[in-house]
């Protein structure tokens, strides 16, 4: 097994820290894919790829390593979801929400903004939320959908009322992935009368939380983000995520962090690919028996389409994440919206490109390509940057200043 670099202190160190991830999950790459015909056939959990994250503590891969855990930052974290994607693209968007949460408690939170006093508050809950993860192996989901508003900040109708020792939760969070999977549910919900968004953890087995609806989608199946639905849920003061306020502060001051989708679907990008590739060359067990179609022209200027549209997702991605910031200005957020989209549409235009390509056969169920392309497609419905809030942002910019 890949042994992992210490935490990264210069530019080389982090090369190598990043490869070190990336290799980690490459090795577990051709079980991850085998099991996702299953997770997609049948819409369920990834139980298992789980699992084998937890046992080489990728749980903690961005749970800060004064913590315990291995530090990764949301650039980082990019790499290791587009190395997962490529294989089992709902293992990927499931294990984003749970990293998602590291990331805001984490690097997002000392960033901010924070008294002596919040801050020091916001260490002790923090750490038991991190401990939770490296010692016990807890897994956390972030449902923030309610279908009312594509805004992160916006359109918050669950409700948390105060009362002695905590919160009483009350609402609807739909599209939540890893519903029946997750020991937290971190949602976002708002004290009546309060200007600002809390960010609660709220126990998977606590009494008043009910999961309903069926899960039968189009594709990243795997996800099972059924409905989960709050009634009077008990959440202990202690398990907020983020101080009072500081979750609007990091969603304007930071809202990078809602790129963390994208990299799930630039593996997704990279699987098609993957399969592309071997189909040409003849490596596909499965696929139909003839001669390799590498060497036509039409199937050489297809997967050299590809490969273009493939470098060109990667290329803006990675180069907005490797270079954020707190309180970016419009040219960055202007690159952020287009990275995502981008990588969004590539993802299905590559898939539908594929299909081309390859011919009419490699759509059959028995291989990948097909699911491939269906969960490809989903991408561009990801709140709260979906491509139609990208596109109309964009759209604006610069515009009118």
């Not at 210490?6 to 080389?12: E, K, M, Q, R």
């Not at 080489?56 to 913590?67: D, N």
């Not at 949301?74 to 990331?103: K, P, Q």
């Not at 069926?214 to 099972?224: A, E, K, Q, S």
């Amino acid at each position: 097994m890949t042994t992992l670099a210490s935490a990264p202190h210069s530019i080389d160190d982090r090369t190598s820290y990043r490869d070190g991830l990336v290799a980690k999950i490459r090795e577990l790459g051709p079980v991850f894919a085998e099991r996702a015909v299953r997770y997609d056939r049948e819409a369920s959990f990834p139980f298992e790829n789980f699992a084998d994250l937890r046992d080489i503590g990728f749980l903690g891969l961005c749970v800060p390593t004064e913590f315990g855990g291995l530090g990764a930052t949301l650039a980082d974290y990019a790499r290791v979801s587009a190395e997962i994607g490529r294989y089992c693209g709902a293992t990927a968007l499931t294990f984003n929400m749970h990293n998602a949460t590291m990331i805001w408690a984490g690097e997002v939170a000392d960033m901010l903004d924070m008294t002596d006093d919040a801050r020091a508050l916001h260490n002790v809950r923090r750490a038991e939320i991190f401990r939770g993860v490296i010692e016990d192996g807890m897994i956390h989901s972030q449902p923030f959908s309610e279908g009312v508003s594509a805004g992160a900040t916006s359109g918050v109708m669950t409700r948390a009322e105060i009362v002695e020792g905590g919160y009483r939760v009350s609402g609807k969070k739909i599209f939540a992935s890893l519903s029946g999977a997750a020991d937290r549910y971190n949602i976002t919900c708002q004290v009546p009368g309060e200007p600002f968004i809390r960010l609660l953890s709220v126990d998977s087995k606590a009494e008043g939380v009910e999961i309903v609806g069926d899960w039968d989608p189009l594709g990243m199946r795997g996800t099972v983000s059924r409905t989960l639905i709050f009634t009077d849920a008990f959440v202990p003061a202690d398990q907020e995520v983020l101080p009072p306020g500081a979750y609007d502060e990091a969603a304007q001051r930071f809202p990078f962090v809602f790129m963390s989708l994208a990299p799930s679907y630039l593996g997704v990008t990279q699987g098609v690919l993957d399969f592309v590739r071997g189909y040409l060359r003849g490596d596909i067990a499965g696929a139909p028996s003839g001669p390799p179609r590498r060497d036509l022209p039409q199937k050489q200027h297809g997967w050299a389409q590809l490969q273009i549209s493939y470098e060109q997702s990667r290329a803006l991605l990675y180069d907005v994440l490797d270079n954020t910031r707190i309180d970016p200005d419009e040219e960055l957020l202007v690159r952020a919206w287009a990275a995502v989209f981008t990588t969004m549409e590539t993802a299905n235009e590559v898939a539908a490109l594929g299909v081309r390509v390859c011919g009419g056969q490699s759509m059959l169920k028995h291989l990948p390509l097909e699911r491939l392309y269906r969960d490809s497609r989903l991408g561009a419905l990801m709140l709260p940057w979906s491509g139609e809030v990208c596109l109309e942002r964009l759209g604006t910019a610069k515009l009118y200043d």
